[in-house]
């Protein structure tokens, strides 16, 4: 690894990671009694504004297909989606929202308020604006060879092949 890592670059990922860590913890408290998880909502806010396929809602909340499908059998059980094949591909799912579905959502929206802090000193705009850019900068694959915390013009140093990145469930919800 190199030396000449960005501090700031550095500080920032953590506290990331501590801030993510932290509201997920929170989120879980808020949602349990609604039976729901983190990965259930992600998922029916991916299908708040229309019907997908599964491989559309994946890639739309960044999450494996595979890892979505659990969680969308998990749903489609408790009612809150519905599940049929596609005309045009029998391998495919049309993925839509219920009004169970709907209302659990909304439900959890509500519940979730509390997993977040209540200070006015806390710029919404910026926070949202700034962690937006950091999320695009982010591939939508793992990417095997990048070190974590070095600034871009540093990642020279790459990961043997087959070894993970370090990052688990960084781009897919637990189950």
């Known amino acids: 690894m190199t030396s ?8 920032s990922y953590r506290l990331i990671t501590v801030a993510a860590r932290l509201v997920q913890r929170r989120q879980d408290d808020a949602l349990a009694h609604l ?18 396929n599964q491989e559309q809602l994946a890639e739309a909340i960044r999450v494996q297909s595979q890892t979505l499908g659990r969680v969308l059998i998990r ?3 408790a009612g809150h989606i519905t599940r049929t094949r596609q005309s045009t591909d029998r391998r495919q799912f049309k993925v839509e929202l ?3 579905g709907a209302a659990v959502l909304e439900a959890a929206r509500r519940a979730e308020i509390n997993a977040y802090p209540d200070d006015p000193s806390i710029d919404w705009k910026i926070l949202s604006r700034e962690l937006a850019k950091f999320v695009s900068a982010l591939p939508a694959h793992r990417d095997q060879g990048v070190v974590p915390f070095a600034a871009p013009e540093h990642r020279t140093v790459r990961r043997p092949p087959g070894r993970g990145s370090g990052l688990r469930g960084v781009d897919q919800p637990r189950l």
Do not use: F
Not at 40 to 51: D, H, N, S, T, Y
């Open 35 to 52: 039976g729901l998880t983190r990965a259930a909502v992600i998922a029916l806010e991916g299908l708040a504004g229309g019907p997908l």
């Open 4 to 11: 000449n890592l960005d501090p700031d670059a550095r500080t």
């Open 98 to 100: 219920t009004e169970s």
């Open 75 to 77: 749903l489609e059980g």
